[in-house]
């Protein structure tokens, strides 16, 4: 883009080609005054306020609409342009309250700074007494329209970069105002609570609750999704009093859900663990540290080997999964090592390391907003990974063709071009039918297939029993909908495919991302900008957990346990003899406490009486165990049946790195002092491994368990605290001049060539029958996070979702004579809970849907645990069930 030369002011300055006459001054570090303009927003032009003066134009132009051009000389100072701007304001104040010392904004808003700068120290014309109607519905925020100036960023901002459209303005002049559809409470709206219309509001109309001014503030990463937003604590004392985004970071531009910008609460929450538990006489109660570590390290040092497994937490940083590794294999001796991703993305560890060497998001986040076409497969993107579904909503309104493949009718089939209902369970059929198309039709990208990839002539001759035919008994997808969106896959490009556990949490799960990447090879969309394959990662730092070796079959940068090389590598690093054999998944450890073999577990941040399939199973594993130590921030679920239960420090109490889903390694920052006794969770690691012998724990601060990483591990090896202050780095950055890698496989894939994989149709292992004729696939919720743990703990999250919900379509509920809101009881094969039902076509007859969010409802008591034969992840997304109508409950 060219360089425009202008005047503003009698200061010669360079503008952007087709940047306004605000920008450019904004960027010049000249201010104009304004109320409506916003760099997130198109330019509205309506609060009249940024008007100036340009030579030969005749009248004020509105800077914010007014773009520049070559030779443009600007006053923005002008007599006339001050009259008007000073007329403005004074009309702005005639009714607005004058209480400017007792509201919250005071200092903070824009209408008073720009009533001190044009100069106003009295009000002209007579006070106008508008009516106060304060909407508190929500609980998050409030609306006090008395405060409302009608800039209309709120309705602006709810509209153009959230896509809800949860506001407008109502009638015109002196009556206009900002209503929600019929005027109703926030609250009863489709408002989502992300607070953005909090975030733009220049007044007072839009407050958070119980607001507070900060000490300070403290930028670092939000602690939930793996999107990986960046954000500032404010701090006031030792406590969080408020959260807003970051500007400034690449991955999130300021943007937050409700869960980042509001679900601070459970920091300072009162049930917070503070000081160690020990059971005794069959109770917890407190025990110092001292003694706590004392009896770990006495009980741990009878279990060795085999008879030991540790689960580490994709909620903690990646020095601390890195120690947890660590420990396991230098000090217990055993690669019994794993944690939440067995649950959600092995498959996509396991599929593409198969088809490119690679089991990671290929492309970044950023880019998804300029792909022509968007396949969203297996993703409800703007309930799990809302500040990515913002990318897809901006690609979709620059024109972009979104093909939407779920079962389920989610949000995104509102702005989807195309939406393919596909049976649970069928995406292999719908996968390879579109690619059986694009070879018929001759949309194969031919050049890319001969010079990049490998395999191509066994794939195809696997493409042949998926004729549309085939496919449409399968999946009940039209055939023509499956063709259609074959072509408009393979024919605009860039195209990226974006997946979440939709495609995972199958018995086939690992097929369905090597379909993915098959179907990304064969069209060419791969190493380009806004193409790839991108999974898109379920909490923080499941990917930096991923990276660090919490895995059973590698170390540090997926390094195999069983590579001598490596091996020695390792031995001489950490000064011990390691074990060669891969260790125990996830799924396969709790199977061996079942049967004894395993029996002691010390399990860091995860909560598998929630998480894990058949949970009843999970508690009979647990309680079998002959020792098990947890170590969380609340006493949850699975740390209630811990013989020691140990105080971790949560992510704002600690300084470490998260990796995000695009590969982005980014710091995370300490703005308070932990809460009571409880400690960072790499503290209490090394302590252990110290008091156990462990050698090369003796660490002060996390930046130096980040150098040890960097030595040990090729794709972190440029990466260091220092550099990560700009908005972090992409792995792989081997040295400390690479830049890092925001796009994989740009000349040739990771392991060289792409490799097609030959697939076949395989059904899910359960089956509906006439005793469980119904399907329950799995979710999650905008307003909670994994097991509730934290979110349940906001008070305002649960209000806005406070209990379980059986979604069943109304074909179903009237089969059943089941009412809206009846609470009934859902019954697998391994057991049954009891919720209220939403009656919704959402969910496509024949399929239920659950989270697994709410103790009071526990859905995976229900869920099946069969697992990929090659990733070991269990099938949660298809599971067998019926519904009856469940007895009234006792008051």
């Not at 085999?306 to 217990?332: G, H, P, W």
């Not at 194969?444 to 696997?462: L, T, Y």
């Not at 380009?528 to 590698?554: E, F």
């Not at 076949?760 to 509906?768: D, N, R, V």
């Amino acid at each position: 883009m060219g360089k425009v030369s202008l005047t503003i002011d009698g200061t010669k300055v360079e503008g952007r080609e087709g940047a306004t006459v605000l920008e450019t001054a904004q960027d010049a570090g000249i201010y104009i005054p304004n109320l409506c303009g916003d760099p997130d927003l198109e330019p509205y032009g309506g609060c009249r306020l940024c008007l100036v003066e340009i030579e030969n134009v005749d009248g004020l132009p509105a800077s914010c609409t007014t773009p520049v051009a070559e030779g443009m000389v600007v006053r923005t100072e002008a007599r006339r342009v001050n009259e008007v701007r000073r007329h403005v304001v004074e009309l702005l104040l005639s009714d607005h309250p004058d209480n400017c010392l007792t509201c919250p904004k005071n200092q903070h808003c824009e209408l008073q700074r720009i009533a001190a700068y044009v100069g106003i120290d009295q009000q002209r014309f007579k006070k106008l007494e508008r009516p106060a109607l304060i909407d508190s519905s929500n609980p998050f925020f409030v609306r006090d329209s008395s405060k409302c100036i009608l800039c209309g960023k709120c309705v602006r901002v709810c509209d153009e970069v959230q896509g809800v459209a949860a506001l407008e303005v109502f009638n015109d002049g002196p009556s206009s105002k900002i209503v929600t559809v019929d005027d109703r409470p926030i609250v009863e709206s489709v408002c989502e609570s992300c607070g953005q219309c909090v975030a733009k509001c220049p007044t007072g109309a839009l407050m958070p609750k119980d607001f507070r001014w900060p000490a300070k503030e403290v930028k670092t990463i939000c602690p939930y999704c793996g999107v990986g937003c960046g954000i500032y604590l404010a701090v006031r004392g030792n406590e969080v009093v408020g959260i807003r985004g970051d500007l400034e970071s690449p991955v999130s531009k300021g943007s937050l859900c409700v869960k980042g910008q509001f679900g601070f609460e459970f920091i300072n929450h009162p049930e917070r663990l503070t000081s160690p538990l020990i059971r005794r006489n069959g109770k917890l109660s407190e025990a110092t540290w001292d003694e706590a570590l004392g009896f770990i390290a006495g009980r741990l040092a009878e279990y060795k080997g085999d008879k030991v497994a540790v689960i580490s937490s994709a909620k903690c940083t990646n020095e601390e999964n890195y120690l947890i590794q660590k420990f396991a294999r230098a000090v217990l001796a055993t690669n019994n090592i794993d944690h939440c991703a067995r649950l959600c993305h092995a498959p996509t560890v396991a599929g593409l390391a198969q088809s490119f060497g690679s089991g990671a998001m290929t492309n970044s986040i950023d880019e998804i907003s300029g792909a022509a076409c968007i396949l969203a497969i297996g993703t409800n993107t703007t309930a799990t990974h809302p500040v990515i579904g913002l990318k897809i909503k901006k690609a979709v309104r620059d024109g972009a063709k979104l093909i939407v493949a779920n079962p389920r009718e989610i949000d995104l089939c509102r702005i989807g071009h195309l939406w393919l209902r596909h049976r649970p369970g069928s995406d292999v059929a719908l996968l390879m039918g579109m690619m059986r198309v694009i070879i018929d039709a001759g949309l194969a990208d031919s050049s890319f297939i001969e010079e990049r990839c490998e395999n191509f002539d066994a794939f195809k001759q696997s493409l042949e029993p998926f004729d549309l035919d085939f496919v449409e008994r399968v999946t009940a997808v039209p055939a023509e909908q499956v063709a259609e969106a074959a072509r408009l896959y393979a024919t605009n490009k860039p195209a990226t495919i974006l997946y979440a556990m939709g495609i995972t949490q199958h018995t086939h799960g690992t097929d369905n991302v090597l379909a993915t990447a098959n179907l990304a090879m064969l069209t060419g969309n791969i190493g380009k900008p806004s193409t790839g394959v991108n999974p898109l990662r379920g909490q923080n730092n499941v990917q930096g957990a991923c990276d660090m070796g919490a895995l059973p079959n590698v170390y540090t940068g997926y390094q195999r346990v069983d590579d001598p090389k490596v091996e020695e590598k390792f031995e001489t690093a950490w000064q011990c003899s390691l074990n060669t054999s891969p260790g125990l998944t996830l799924t396969e450890i709790f199977q061996a406490a079942y049967e004894k073999k395993v029996k002691a577990l010390y399990l860091v941040g995860e909560n598998p009486m929630l998480s894990d399939p058949e949970a009843t199973h999970i508690d009979e594993a647990l309680k079998k165990l002959e020792f098990l130590v947890v170590q969380d921030v609340f006493l949850s679920e699975t740390a209630q049946l811990a013989h020691v239960v140990l105080p971790a420090a949560t992510f704002a109490e600690k300084d470490g790195i998260f990796t995000n889903t695009e590969r982005r390694v980014q710091r995370v920052r300490r703005a308070l002092e932990p809460k009571g006794d409880s400690k960072p969770d790499w503290w209490i690691t090394c302590q252990i491994a110290k008091r156990l012998g462990g050698q090369g724990f003796d660490f002060e601060h996390p930046s130096q368990i980040m150098a040890e990483i960097a030595e040990l591990t090729p794709s972190y090896g440029g990466i260091s605290y220092e550099r990560l202050d700009d908005g972090g780095l992409q792995w792989p950055c081997p040295t400390k001049e690479h830049p890092g890698t925001p796009i994989l496989h740009t000349e040739q894939f990771t392991r060289g060539k792409g490799r097609f994989l030959p697939l076949e149709y395989k059904p899910s292992l359960e089956q509906t029958d006439n005793d469980y004729p119904l399907i329950l696939t799995t979710e999650r919720s905008l307003y909670h996070f994994h097991t509730g743990t934290v979110t349940r703990r906001v008070k305002g999250l649960n209000v806005l979702k406070g209990e379980e919900l059986v979604e069943m379509n109304p074909v179903d509920a009237k089969a059943l004579g089941i009412a809206d809101g009846q609470r009934v009881k859902v019954v697998s094969r391994r057991g049954e809970v009891t919720a209220r039902v939403k009656i919704t076509p959402v969910s496509p007859p024949g399929v239920i849907s659950m989270t697994f969010h709410f103790a009071e409802s526990p859905t995976n008591i229900l869920t099946n645990p069969a697992v990929d034969p090659i990733a070991k992840i269990p099938e949660l997304k298809v599971c067998a069930v019926r519904v009856e109508k469940a007895p009234p409950v006792e008051d």
